[in-house]
């Protein structure tokens, strides 16, 4: 997590990247999924809204067979993904570790690594909203539980669009590239 945080740095092993980094790179999927777990869980913002609006309906599914059921095909599918990272041409790899180098910015961390922050951060993503989902059915009427599984189903969603825009990315490069080439 700290590597994705920090774009893949060659330092993320060493050090924590600045509160800073941490709330760019994961801000924005914790506010969806923040947003979407209470819209899902109708009981946690009845909590603290009871004296000005009461949220009157019932959903019907339940996280934890949403994260059980779809998310273990997502994580093959990311992990296949992640497999490319290393058929990757050796070109193209140096021309993104180039892209960070001359970026003439020495005080913006990254590294070419930030493929393979890129690449495992949804899938760790992926497995938390599976164990969470597990813990869901186990306990199904636990509704900390039942908004922690929407939460990490969600945020693993995200990242996982995450991901699919990575791929996009890299395989845009990738024939731009050879259409440079021929």
């Given at each position: 997590?700290?590597?994705?945080?920090?774009?893949?740095?060659?330092?993320?092993?060493?050090?924590?990247?600045?509160?800073?980094?941490?709330?760019?790179?994961?801000?924005?999927?914790?506010?969806?999924?923040?947003?979407?777990?209470?819209?899902?869980?109708?009981?946690?913002?009845?909590?603290?809204?009871?004296?000005?609006?009461?949220?009157?309906?019932?959903?019907?599914?339940?996280?934890?067979?949403?994260?059980?059921?779809?998310?273990?095909?997502?994580?093959?599918?990311?992990?296949?993904?992640?497999?490319?990272?290393?058929?990757?041409?050796?070109?193209?790899?140096?021309?993104?570790?180039?892209?960070?180098?001359g970026s003439?910015?020495?005080?913006?961390?990254?590294?070419?690594?930030?493929?393979?922050?890129?690449m495992a951060l949804p899938?760790?993503?992926?497995?938390?909203?599976?164990?969470?989902?597990?813990?869901?059915?186990?306990?199904?009427?636990?509704?900390?539980?039942?908004?922690?599984?929407?939460?990490?189903?969600?945020?693993?969603?995200?990242?996982?669009?995450?991901?699919?825009?990575?791929?996009?990315?890299?395989?845009?490069?990738?024939?731009?590239?050879?259409?440079?080439?021929?």
């Open positions: 997590m700290n590597a994705y945080a920090f774009h893949g740095d060659f330092d993320a092993d060493n050090r924590f990247a600045s509160v800073w980094a941490w709330l760019k790179a994961y801000f924005a999927g914790v506010l969806v999924s923040v947003v979407l777990t209470a819209f899902l869980t109708p009981s946690i913002p009845n909590m603290f809204l009871s004296h000005c609006i009461r949220l009157d309906y019932t959903v019907t599914v339940m996280p934890g067979d949403l994260a059980t059921g779809i998310l273990p095909n997502l994580l093959g599918f990311g992990i296949g993904v992640y497999a490319l990272v290393f058929a990757l041409d050796r070109s193209l790899v140096k021309d993104l570790q180039a892209t960070f180098q003439g910015k020495p005080s913006i961390p990254g590294s070419v690594l930030l493929l393979n922050a890129e899938l760790i993503m992926l497995i938390a909203a599976i164990v969470v989902g597990v813990m869901q059915k186990v306990f199904p009427n636990g509704v900390l539980l039942i908004a922690g599984s929407w939460f990490t189903f969600w945020l693993s969603i995200y990242f996982i669009l995450g991901l699919v825009h990575s791929l996009f990315m890299m395989v845009d490069v990738h024939l731009s590239q050879r259409l440079k080439d021929n």
